[in-house]
T-cell receptor
């Protein structure tokens, strides 16, 4: 059974800092990995999707990397801003037909002005 | 392009009452998902539809939860009777297809509080 872990559960940083959010998974037989952002009381917004054949994806100040062999992914946020404050979740989908996602519990990020 | 729509956004009920949530997926998306997200946890898949057929309902508590997707478009998730532990955010998502390379798009969710 796939398990996704995100540690720590919460993180507080000063504005402008570069930071890394970690995600680990137990079963390396994944098709893709996604990073989502969730604002309080809101749904999930997809940030980056990495196919298993890829090593990383970039969007603006965000860069996500994937190392299937070690079961790890990182989300790098450059020059953090207070508007980046949210919960960040990673999710993996398995190889095979079904697109069922398994989520981690998320990391709640607070960026202090 | 309109996103996934859900209603209501918030619902407060007493235990043992019934409640229903509605979801309208992105136009043209054949696959629809219902997730349950308990506070402090990641979303957990309850049920997955491909058109109006069920692909996966292995984690749906079938003694109290039911879902339908008539005509392969809108979907309704029902809880009857509700328990305190059903307090959660219920998220609906949709994708073009059900296979693993299809990206899922999420709605804003319905926050349920059971008193």
């Amino acid at each position: 059974k796939q398990e996704v872990t995100q540690i720590p559960a919460a993180l507080s940083v000063p504005e402008g800092e570069n930071l890394v959010l970690n995600c680990s998974f137990t079963d390396s037989a994944i098709y893709n990995l996604q990073w989502f952002r969730q604002d309080p009381g809101k749904g999930l917004t997809s940030l980056l999707l990495i196919q298993s054949s890829q090593r990383e994806q970039t969007s603006g100040r965000l860069n996500a990397s994937l190392d299937k062999s070690s079961g790890r992914s990182t989300l790098y946020i450059a020059a953090s801003q207070p508007g980046d404050s949210a919960t960040y979740l990673c999710a993996v989908s398995p190889t095979g037909a079904n697109s069922k996602l398994t989520f981690g519990k998320g990391i709640t990020l607070s960026v202090r002005p | 392009e309109a996103g996934v729509a859900q209603s209501p956004r918030y619902k407060i009920i007493e235990k043992r009452q019934s409640v229903a949530f509605w979801c309208n997926p992105i136009s043209g998306h054949a696959t629809l998902y219902w997730y349950q997200q308990i506070l402090g946890q990641g979303p957990k898949l309850l049920i997955q539809f491909q058109n109006n057929g069920v692909v996966d309902d292995s984690q749906l508590p079938k003694d109290r939860f039911s879902a339908e997707r008539l005509k392969g478009v809108d979907s309704t998730l029902k809880i009857q009777p509700a328990k305190l532990e059903d307090s959660a955010v219920y998220l609906c998502a949709s994708s073009l297809g059900w296979t693993t390379y299809n990206e899922q798009f999420f709605g804003p969710g319905t926050r349920l509080t059971v008193l």
